[in-house]
């Protein structure tokens, strides 16, 4: 049977788009739970700490670069663009500056290598993708959801699993807890203004598990030893070997 480095069964992988105040609570949940998230951040956005007002009223803000230096360390930091345009509507060089540009603000506010992309909004085609891999990053993910835990094997065409407000959630996660599935992967995409916006915190902060209660814990508990908790960076580099006698997957350099 393949599993993932350190013998791991299964993986969980979430991800999160925009880089806004909800991540602060957010961050701190995951850290609570030693679990590695991947964040995707728009940077010219941050500098202007731009903000919106979400269809419930409740204005959606951009962290500031200052209010963001060390809320990641330990996470993925990824590109989301400098502005989070509509990408099909960019020439060819406006799509590059947007994203090699993002790349190289990121790397130079947080100190550390910018590996991957996550286009905005839901367009995304083999433009997009040569771009991406001509920009220097490693992997890009695309919006569209699999709907599966069966991990991607192309790193420029990278799908999610689920959406975390999706309403078949509390199936998806209860599916994964249950299935046999070689090298299942978990991966769940989203926002944590959200969080605040439908009221999923939940009493101990954690919304992920209202969906498998009474086990509340069964997917975040650190203590669970049969999974590997990974970022995208980590889990778009994972490589199964398919190799007939079941040799472990394996990460790239």
């Given at each position: 049977?393949?599993?993932?480095?350190?013998?791991?069964?299964?993986?969980?992988?979430?991800?999160?788009?925009?880089?806004?105040?909800?991540?602060?609570?957010?961050?701190?949940?995951?850290?609570?739970?030693?679990?590695?998230?991947?964040?995707?951040?728009?940077?010219?956005?941050?500098?202007?700490?731009?903000?919106?007002?979400?269809?419930?009223?409740?204005?959606?803000?951009?962290?500031?670069?200052?209010?963001?230096?060390?809320?990641?360390?330990?996470?993925?930091?990824?590109?989301?663009?400098?502005?989070?345009?509509?990408?099909?509507?960019?020439?060819?060089?406006?799509?590059?500056?947007?994203?090699?540009?993002?790349?190289?603000?990121?790397?130079?506010?947080?100190?550390?290598q910018v590996r991957g992309f996550a286009v905005p909004f839901d367009y995304y085609d083999d433009r997009i993708a040569r771009c991406a891999k001509d920009c220097g990053f490693?992997?890009?993910?695309?919006?569209?959801?699999?709907?599966?835990?069966?991990?991607?094997?192309?790193?420029?065409?990278?799908?999610?699993?689920?959406?975390?407000?999706?309403?078949?959630?509390?199936?998806?996660?209860?599916?994964?807890?249950?299935?046999?599935?070689?090298?299942?992967?978990?991966?769940?995409?989203?926002?944590?203004?959200?969080?605040?916006?439908?009221?999923?915190?939940?009493?101990?902060?954690?919304?992920?598990?209202?969906?498998?209660?009474?086990q509340r814990h069964l997917v975040l508990h650190p203590r669970r030893t049969d999974r590997l908790f990974v970022s995208v960076g980590d889990d778009a580099h994972i490589v199964?070997?398919?190799?007939?006698?079941?040799?472990?997957?394996?990460?790239?350099?």
């Amino acid at each position: 049977m393949k599993t993932y480095p350190g013998g791991k069964k299964k993986a969980f992988q979430i991800t999160y788009d925009d880089g806004v105040l909800q991540d602060v609570r957010f961050v701190q949940l995951l850290n609570k739970y030693g679990i590695k998230g991947t964040f995707n951040l728009n940077s010219q956005l941050m500098q202007q700490e731009f903000s919106w007002v979400h269809p419930n009223g409740m204005e959606v803000r951009r962290l500031s670069p200052q209010a963001a230096q060390g809320l990641y360390d330990g996470h993925e930091i990824a590109s989301h663009t400098l502005t989070h345009p509509y990408m099909q509507n960019l020439s060819d060089s406006e799509l590059q500056r947007q994203m090699k540009a993002d790349k190289d603000n990121l790397e130079q506010m947080f100190g550390v290598q910018v590996r991957g992309f996550a286009v905005p909004f839901d367009y995304y085609d083999d433009r997009i993708a040569r771009c991406a891999k001509d920009c220097g990053f490693a992997y890009a993910r695309k919006s569209e959801c699999s709907g599966s835990f069966t991990p991607g094997t192309d790193p420029y065409h990278w799908q999610t699993g689920i959406y975390h407000i999706d309403p078949n959630l509390t199936n998806f996660v209860a599916d994964f807890l249950n299935t046999e599935e070689e090298l299942a992967l978990c991966q769940i995409v989203g926002h944590s203004y959200d969080l605040d916006a439908e009221n999923l915190w939940g009493n101990d902060g954690i919304y992920l598990c209202r969906p498998v209660c009474p086990q509340r814990h069964l997917v975040l508990h650190p203590r669970r030893t049969d999974r590997l908790f990974v970022s995208v960076g980590d889990d778009a580099h994972i490589v199964p070997t398919h190799n007939p006698v079941g040799a472990d997957a394996h990460i790239r350099p």
